[in-house]
């Protein structure tokens, strides 16, 4: 069974810095494309970042580029996301997602239970 | 920059047809999937490539898909299909991932 256990979230002032960790059980790790989507309170889904199985690229939301950092290793099944100058727009429960590619076209299709980042003073 | 539009909210009474509709460029030219997310609780897959159902997801999910609308139809809807759904697709890299706003279903 796929398995994505997000931890790291926690509560922040807001210029602070978090790491979230995502472990990956149940399938090869390193294969596949991971992302992460996150959900501020009440409102939608919106995408992150997404990297490459091999760690070797990766993608950023306007929102989030030239703060977060996405990483991985494969080593530990364990995807990251190092997040820096958080400000309070950053709070939201942020979901470890895999990637799968079917007829020319990626999408989500394991999501992981999430965990939750609050950025205030 | 992209965007999916859905409506706010349906609502249903039991054993009636739910339809969830999403619109966007981008549907053109890519599929769209569709996920359920129950309150509290994280997303869950059920359907992509506008009418495929993951293994577990009842029949009476399925989907269209034509010019740059996609449709979700949920026949005979249950009152555990109460939630939240998005709608989502990429554009043509696959680099940017985009979800509708989400539609609340309410059954009852």
């Known amino acids: 069974e796929v398995q994505l256990v997000e931890s790291g979230g926690d509560l922040v002032q807001p210029g602070g810095s978090l790491r979230l960790s995502c472990e990956g059980s149940?399938?090869?790790?390193?294969?596949?494309?991971m992302n992460w989507v996150r959900q501020a309170p009440g409102k939608g889904l919106v995408w992150v970042s997404r990297?490459?199985?091999?760690?070797?690229?990766?993608y950023y939301a306007d929102a989030v580029r030239g703060r977060f950092t996405s990483s991985r290793d494969n080593a530990k099944n364990t995807l990251f996301l190092q997040m820096n100058s958080l400000r309070v727009e950053d709070t939201a429960v942020y979901y470890c997602?895999?990637?799968?590619?079917?007829?020319?076209?990626?999408?989500?299709?394991?999501w992981g239970k999430g965990t939750l980042v609050t950025v205030s003073s | 920059s992209y965007e999916l539009t859905q409506p706010p909210s349906v609502s249903v009474s039991p054993g009636q047809t739910a339809r969830i509709t999403c619109s966007g460029d981008?549907?053109?030219?890519?599929?769209a999937c569709w996920y359920q997310q129950r309150s509290g609780q994280a997303p869950v897959l059920v359907l992509y490539?506008?009418?495929k159902r993951p293994s577990g997801i009842p029949e009476r999910f399925s989907g269209s898909s034509s010019g740059t609308m996609a449709t979700l139809t949920i026949s005979g809807a249950q009152v555990e299909d109460e939630a939240d759904y998005y709608c989502?697709?990429?554009?043509?890299?696959?680099?940017?991932?985009?979800f509708g706003g989400g539609t609340k279903l309410t059954v009852l």
């Open positions: 149940g399938f090869t790790f390193d294969p596949y494309w």
């Open positions: 490539e506008d009418s």
């Open positions: 989502y697709s990429t554009d043509s890299s696959d680099n940017v991932r985009v």
């Open positions: 981008l549907l053109a030219k890519k599929y």
């Open positions: 990297i490459n199985g091999g760690g070797s690229s990766v």
């Open positions: 997602v895999r990637d799968r590619f079917s007829n020319s076209q990626y999408y989500f299709d394991y």
